[in-house]
């Protein structure tokens, strides 16, 4: 279990305080989701969604960029 959740409705990291999906809570995604990159992919596409509405105020290619982006 990880400490590396979102904290919602501001999706800051609740271990490290920074943006969620931190760094940490990447790696442990990357770990997890190793042998199914497209669930990955929707999981956190789902997320996205949901955050969109949270931070109406992010551009959405910085939310994409944030949540999709690093999956490359």
């Not at 400490?3 to 990357?30: F, K, M, N, Y």
């Amino acid at each position: 279990m990880t400490t590396h959740g979102p904290v919602l409705p501001i999706w800051s990291c609740g271990g490290c305080d920074a943006p969620w999906p931190c760094r940490t809570r990447q790696r442990e995604l990357r770990a997890e989701f190793d042998d199914a990159p497209i669930s990955l992919a929707l999981y956190l596409g789902a997320q996205l969604v949901q955050a969109t509405q949270d931070l109406a105020h992010v551009p959405a290619g910085r939310l994409h960029y944030r949540f999709l982006g690093w999956t490359r």
